[in-house]
Every structure is written in structure tokens, then in C-alpha cells.
């Protein structure tokens, strides 16, 4: 394994691309591959058994492209499969998960809500997770698909249907202090909740500390990529997404504070 070789990252579709686009801030010089998996979309409602294959599929492709890491962009993927994965290829798979864990440690007492697909919230990883905080903390469950779809249908910039939606959820959510973005595609969706939500209400989400994460290990294998241009590649398994997917990741800068 040499450090020239890419990063492979994935997800359902196109919320990974708010992942990448971290890594790509934080590691300039690393070539990166993204695969969306759009054509499968949306894994939140799929079963275990169906995302595991999709992933399985997705990480053999990254192998045979010779891959130094690989990293799920997508908390429900990881969820249902990353001990699996990780078993099953030599090189390391970063997941993610939402980060309930740094919302709860701002302080004693916190009102959290996390949104995220129907299959994070129902899975045991989630389960175990919720049950190392929630006898000192108040944590609200809110299954947000729309979200997904939103992102997957180009249509971010109807303002009407991304506020009425955006409102249903807000109000699912209760009074809260933070809300835990559990959920690739709804990083898009930042901007926005700052603007509708009072600035006392912290959006949370994992993707910063992925990409740190990413080059941590890196650092630790020696596999930081200092001659690298900082290609991105790009793979969907619906062709005509990647349009869109360029277009996501060009937009990033005014998605995100
Ligand atoms: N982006 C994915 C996540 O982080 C899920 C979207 C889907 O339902 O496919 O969980």
C-alpha cells in the first residue's frame, strides 16, 4: 500500500459529498474517489441485509482500484455493517455515527434531538449509543427521509418545500438545546437551520471529526500523501448524478458556516 493511492468515500448517494468535501479541506493533497450509490437510494428505509450487500459490493470496487482507506460517508451504512467490513478488507474503514456524544458533553441535562434516517435510529449500534446518555440527558429521535430525498431530487434550492419541511422536523424536534445532524445529506441543509432556528440551538454534526480522523490514521501508517494534486474522482452508480454530485460539492462553502 503506497501513500500515493486514493481515499475511497462513499455513501447511499450524494450527502457523502459534505464528508469529502472536509477531507478534502483538511488533506489538500490527497487523491479521493467518491462513489454514490444513488441508484440504491435511499438506504434508510433498506433492511440490514440490503445495505450490507450494497456495501460489500462498493468496498471490492474500491479494493480492486487499489485504495489506501476506505471512509462511509454515510452513518446508516456504517450502522448496519462496518464491524462486517471491517473483518472482511486489510485496509481501514473509517464509519460514522451521529455525534451524540459531543452534544451531551456541552453539559448536565442537555435536550438533544438527533435527527437521522428510520434504519440509524431502529439499529442496535444507535441503541447502545442513546443508552450511554439518556438516564443524564433528554434525547428525541426524529427520522428525517424527506431530507434524503431533497438532496437526491436537485431541489435544495425550492425554498418553499425545503422550509415546510425543515419546519415539520423542527417542531417534531420539541425544545432543545442542540440537534445532532446523524445524516450525510442533511449537512446541506445547515445554512438553512441556521437562519430558521434562534443561534442558542447548536447544529451538530460528524463531519469535521471524520475528516480529522481520516488524517490521524493516515499519520499513524505513515501514509500521508504529501505529493498528491488532490484529484477527485467520481462514481455514481445513476451516471447522470454526477452533474449534481460537482455541483453539491461546489456548493459546500455556502451549505456550511
Ligand atoms: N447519507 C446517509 C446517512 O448518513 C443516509 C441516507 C439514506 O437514507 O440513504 O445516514
Known amino acids: 500500500m503506497h501513500s500515493e493511492s486514493p481515499i475511497g468515500v462513499f455513501d447511499s448517494g450524494l450527502g457523502g459529498i459534505s464528508v469529502l ?3 478534502h479541506k483538511l488533506l489538500p493533497n490527497e487523491d479521493l474517489i467518491y462513489l454514490g450509490d444513488s441508484q440504491y437510494n435511499p438506504y434508510g428505509t433498506k433492511t440490514k441485509e440490503q445495505i450490507t450487500d450494497r456495501c460489500i459490493a462498493i468496498c471490492d470496487r474500491f479494493v480492486e482500484m487499489g485504495v489506501k482507506m476506505i471512509v462511509i460517508a454515510c ?4 450502522s448496519a455493517c462496518v464491524p462486517l467490513l471491517r473483518e472482511r478488507y486489510d485496509i481501514d474503514i473509517i464509519g ?20 437521522a434516517t428510520d434504519f440509524t435510529l ?5 441503541a447502545a449509543l442513546m443508552h450511554r446518555f439518556d438516564q443524564e440527558h433528554s434525547i428525541e429521535k426524529v427520522a428525517c427521509p424527506t431530507l434524503v430525498r431533497i438532496v437526491e431530487e436537485d ?3 425550492n425554498e418553499a418545500r425545503v422550509n415546510e419541511v425543515l419546519t415539520g422536523y423542527i417542531r417534531q424536534s420539541g425544545a432543545v438545546d442542540s440537534i445532532v445532524l446523524g445524516c450525510t445529506h442533511f449537512v446541506f441543509f445547515k445554512k438553512r437551520l441556521e437562519e430558521m432556528l434562534p443561534s442558542s440551538i447548536e447544529l ?7 475528516a480529522r480522523h481520516v488524517r490521524e490514521l493516515l499519520e499513524q501508517k505513515h501514509l500521508i500523501n504529501e505529493n ?6 467520481w462514481i455514481n452508480t445513476l451516471p447522470e448524478k454526477i ?3 460537482k455541483k453539491l460539492f461546489s456548493h459546500m462553502e455556502d451549505s456550511i458556516k
Open 21 to 23: 468535501y472536509e477531507i
Open 75 to 78: 452513518n446508516t451504512a456504517t
Open 96 to 115: 460514522m455515527e451521529p455525534a451524540l456524544k459531543v452534544a451531551c458533553e456541552r453539559g448536565a441535562d442537555r435536550h438533544v434531538a438527533v435527527w
Open 122 to 126: 431502529k439499529e442496535k449500534k444507535f
Open 155 to 157: 431541489d435544495l434550492d
Open 204 to 210: 451538530i454534526d460528524g463531519n469535521f471529526g471524520t
Open 228 to 233: 498528491g494534486s488532490g484529484t477527485i474522482s
Open 243 to 245: 452533474g449534481l454530485s
